[in-house]
């Protein structure tokens, strides 16, 4: 059974007064094992960002649904989502969306405090977590007295440390140099083989090569979806950026017919 489930979603924004209905969503359908990489890809305005809302639990479709581990979001309760999305989703935005009067450390505990969590039992997630992402000297550091790949790596642990079924990245290698953005791969990867589920939206082929499976968006559906099947990542490279040249020369065509 997939951990992941989304069907027929569709999601329309509606004005004030009811005018200028966009469809931001078209019966996207789709599904994740769990242990998956996936990522997901498209141009601006192709629906990623109301998607990984939708999985993210901040946002409801209009039809369709959405269910992680059997759990159909549309059953949950207003008061229950904040909860649930604490313990079963892990978040990694591109800008850390790290608390600059906390130290890395308060940062990445910070969901176990408002699980309530006694502080040894945190220290006993935390230790290993850091290690193992190669923090552990600078925890007791301010964001703003770290590097940004250091930033991203505490945004992971954060993530992490809940142990939650899924992770969902937004653009998460977009405000970190080339050596920085190789290395948060690179632990996406290491992350990904120990058995956590990865859905990440990226406009970076180069992060994409790195999934296990790359979902193509176009105008609120899924216009492919590439498969690594053995591939390298420089192979994955490659196939990715010809599909989008596809994708994008057929979005070029469709403009000029109109």
């Known amino acids: 059974m997939p951990i992941l489930e989304v069907n027929n979603l569709q999601k329309i924004y509606t004005g004030r007064f009811g005018g200028n209905k966009v469809e931001a969503l078209r019966n996207l359908s ?44 549309s059953t949950l309760r207003e008061s229950d989502i904040a909860a649930y999305r604490r313990k079963n989703l892990g978040f990694v935005f591109q800008d850390f969306n790290l608390l600059d009067t906390f130290s890395l450390r308060d940062n990445i505990l910070l969901p176990l405090v408002l699980f309530g969590m006694k502080y040894p039992e945190m220290e006993q997630r935390l230790d290993p977590l850091a290690k193992r992402l190669g923090i552990e000297d600078q925890l007791d550091k301010y964001p703003y007295e770290v590097s940004g790949g250091q930033k991203q790596r505490a945004a992971v642990a954060r993530a992490l440390i809940t142990i939650p079924e899924i992770i969902l990245a937004d653009e998460p290698t977009g405000a970190l140099d080339s ?25 970076s082929v180069k992060a994409a090569s790195r999934a296990g499976r790359v979902l193509f968006i176009r105008d609120g559906e899924v216009f492919h979806q590439l498969y690594r099947a053995g591939m390298s990542d420089d192979e994955m490279y490659r196939k990715i950026s010809d599909t989008l040249t596809v994708l994008t020369s057929r979005s070029a065509v469709e403009k000029e017919a109109i």
């Open 179 to 203: 050596r920085s953005s190789d290395e948060l791969l690179d632990i996406f990867n290491m992350i990904n083989r120990a058995g956590q589920t990865v859905v990440m939206v990226t406009h």
């Open 30 to 73: 789709f599904e994740a094992e769990k242990g998956e990489f996936i990522a997901i890809m498209g141009e601006s305005g192709s629906g990623k960002t109301t998607l990984l809302n939708i999985l993210a639990a901040l946002d409801k479709p209009t039809s369709g649904s959405v269910r992680l581990d059997g759990t159909d979001f």
